[in-house]
């Protein structure tokens, strides 16, 4: 009861300070004096904060636990104020309740309650900045400061149930090129009219791979802009393209299929937000299936993309309530995050130790 006691209490705290990407000092300071009351030593850089529980053995795999803290600005639809935590028939409104604080809060706990323990791996607790724009300055920033791990258990709203892939994010900028002309006169190319068999393949496109969890990959074009003057035929047009790829794609393998089928040139604005998929054979898909946990593909971006070693998505809330007006979580939910985080854990050790793999 304490641990949940003191995790809503927490999120009750987090919810009133803001804390948008690239802003979020100010809980990263409360993360660390929730972490250093209860006599735990804190690392910080930038705005991410990571603890070690304190069993630390480098002969021994490391699990990192991993949320964040940071906020997307609440829209113009809120009828409460998003920074007052309010509690109302068993749900906890306040900006950032569901995306991600009851996930972040729930980790945290569970991060306490195996903190002194001797388990057959490491804990490591991350609570990391910038996730919501995909930031330089968030997890992608500290990864080289951390031990490798085996498992990193990324905390969102997912009702519990467990992303075993995820979609990667590639936003690519194209032109077609023309020549230019008098409008009134048969002079020049047109771009515009160049880019017209480009924009139509790719309405049309289908990519050759199809993911067990997360179904086809996908190209739309969404933003398109040529020409200057009514009179004179544009020499370029420039399309963007946004691109979400699945499991069985790199974002350079996805870019190469395009190239091969796109006249236009294509240059991707990044290659970070790559895709990412839990191997086969691996233990947590094991502890998973003993715990009854439905497994799925999550078509939305989290900081999975930018770990760079096997990963899930899971914790109480819902990702239907992200990002809305209103936002809250039911209490009753963190309360079942962080005994699920524990279960989790707890059969994952259990399993090392009857070598279950083997």
Known sequence: MT????????????IEIPSYSKEESATAEL????LTTRDIEVHKSGNNIWAFASQFDRNKPTIW?????????????YTKDPFQAITKDGKLYGLGSNDAGGPLVSLLAAFTHFYDQDLPFNLIMIASAEEEISGKNGIASV????????LAIVGEPTLMDMAVAEKGLMVIDAKVYGKAGHAAREEGVNAIYEALEDLQK?????????????????VSATVIHSGQQHNVVPDVCEFVLDVRVTDSYSLEEALSELKTSLSAELSPRSLRLQSSQVPEGHLILKVGE?????????????DQALIPYPSVKIGPGDSARSH????????NEIQKG?????????????????????
């Open 65 to 77: 636990l991993n949320s964040h803290h940071d906020t997307v600005k609440p829209n113009a639809g």
């Open 202 to 218: 790719i309405r049309d496109f289908r990519f050759e791979k199809v993911s067990r969890f997360l179904g086809k990959s996908k």
């Open 324 to 331: 809305s007006a209103d936002e809250y979580i039911y209490l």
């Open 3 to 14: 641990l949940f006691h003191d995790a809503v209490q927490l999120l009750t705290q987090l």
């Open 290 to 302: 003993y715990l009854g946990l439905k497994t799925y593909g999550s078509p939305t971006l989290s």
């Open 143 to 150: 990864i080289d400061q951390l031990p490798p791990c085996e």
């Open 31 to 34: 993360i660390e004096e929730f």
């Open 338 to 358: 962080i005994e699920g985080y524990i279960s989790i854990l707890d059969t994952y050790a259990e399993m090392i130790t009857k070598n279950i793999l083997k």
